[in-house]
């Protein structure tokens, strides 16, 4: 592909000058994101780690139904 040949081309419909500019800014866009590489991981955190909705073994022995309501 050289510079004069067109990125993409609009083969059905009548798009105004706007929706052809939100197209272009899209597609530039993407291509920007995909250059770049690949994003960092999101770290998740706090009260929002899904690790902490997990609950913990019950202890066994003695008195141990009453310890499951404070763990």
Do not use: C, K, N, Y
Request: proline share 13%.
């Amino acid at each position: 592909m050289t510079t004069s040949d067109p990125m993409f081309s609009i083969t059905a419909g009548d798009p105004t000058a706007e929706e052809l500019a939100a197209v272009t800014a899209l597609l530039l866009t993407i291509a920007r994101s995909r250059a770049a590489g690949p994003q960092p991981a999101h770290q998740v955190g706090g009260w929002a780690d899904p690790a902490l909705r997990l609950r913990r073994p019950l202890p066994p022995g003695p008195g141990a139904w009453r310890a499951s309501a404070w763990s």
